[in-house]
């Protein structure tokens, strides 16, 4: 660990050189920690370090949130999408049978591309493409149904809604192929994010997200249903491509710092009057179970999502140098599916 220090040092020293995604105020000030997993979180404060950002952790079997670093930034309004939306667009296109992971979609000429290496490589005109395909009011109608536009959490207090348009952009501003490349209009929170993350990690089951505050509301947690989500057949299809991103595409730096399992992620990268966005959302498949996180860094040049696949890399890190996939690896009956609350309608 004393490598990983020095290193983290030095880039510190870097950013406070480059640019404005490095703080020196304690992001954590005012957050409710006394209901998180007390591992988890110290996993993922050292990871975000003095980075300008938020990480939320969460048990994807039942919905509860194990660490949110940086709370007010995480119950914000959100922030453009940025490449991560096309996930959303992925299954939309995949449940309505467009295409297969395998599909070669012709993005002109002789250029073919399929949904693993375009999720691998987070291509633009692939998801322009699928989207102009689909057409605004289906890609709207599987966005609200994966939570977009909707409050991800249940009795959260200070959440804020990330909103997802009611109407197609103007072609001026990129249309419909815009929105499923970029997130362009779309407002997306970290916790929508997770949540949706977390439905592909338990086999599709939309959670409301619950954020403990004290140790009693941990041993009372009760998961609650949104709604079930019909993406079991077609999460396979998709993991190859989350899975691809980790191992060679735009989320590879990942691995810099991390490669004892596989983790199934989407990184994005954009920015909005010259504040940028960097996003990484993935789940880690260990033989113990599986956690969901997402890292959202906003600040100046050096945020973008590689960034933020390469902390998650050390959040994971941290975990396992501390056992701790090992050491949760015991089944808990409070959390088991059957014991949940159908709050949504089942879809």
Request: hydrophobic content about 35%; proline content about 5%; charged content about 20%.
């Amino acid at each position: 660990m004393r490598r990983a220090s020095l290193a983290y040092r030095r880039r510190r020293s870097f950013e406070r050189f480059t640019g404005s995604s490095f703080v020196d105020a304690d992001l954590t000030t005012g957050d409710v920690t006394a209901g998180e997993d007390p591992v988890v979180r110290a996993a993922a404060v050292e990871a975000l370090g003095n980075m300008n950002g938020t990480v939320v952790a969460i048990d994807p079997k039942n919905g509860r949130i194990l660490a949110m670093v940086n709370q007010k930034l995480a119950l914000s309004g959100g922030a453009e999408p940025c490449s991560t939306i096309k996930v959303s667009v992925a299954l939309a296109a995949l449940q309505e049978g467009i295409i297969t992971k395998d599909t070669p979609v012709n993005l002109g000429g002789s250029y073919h591309m399929t949904l693993t290496e375009a999720l691998a490589h987070s291509n633009n005109l692939y998801f322009e493409t699928l989207g102009r395909t689909l057409g605004f009011e289906r890609v709207r109608h599987y966005a609200n149904q994966f939570g977009l536009g909707e409050l991800a959490g249940y009795n959260i207090p200070g959440e804020t809604l990330g909103t997802y348009p009611d109407e197609v952009l103007p072609e001026a501003q990129g249309g419909v192929g815009r929105m499923c490349s970029f997130g362009e209009g779309v407002s997306m929170t970290p916790l929508q994010l997770g949540a949706l993350v977390s439905s592909i990690a338990n086999g599709g089951t939309l959670y409301y997200l619950q954020h403990p505050t004290t140790p009693q509301e941990v041993l009372d947690y009760h998961p609650k249903i949104k709604r079930t989500l019909d993406i079991s057949k077609v999460i396979p299809e998709i993991q190859d491509g989350m899975h691809a991103a980790t191992l060679y595409g735009t989320a590879r730096s990942l691995r810099a710092n991390f490669n004892e399992f596989p983790v199934m992620g989407k990184t994005g990268t954009c920015s909005n009057n010259g504040t940028r966005f960097g996003w990484f959302a993935s789940y880690a498949d260990t033989q113990y179970g599986r956690i969901v996180t997402v890292f959202f860094l906003e600040g100046g040049r050096p945020t973008f999502g590689p960034r933020a696949a390469e902390l998650t890399g050390v959040f994971y890190r941290n975990l396992w140098d501390h056992s701790y996939f090992v050491e949760k690896s015991a089944p808990d009956q409070s959390t088991a599916p059957g014991n949940a609350t159908v709050l949504g309608v089942s879809q």
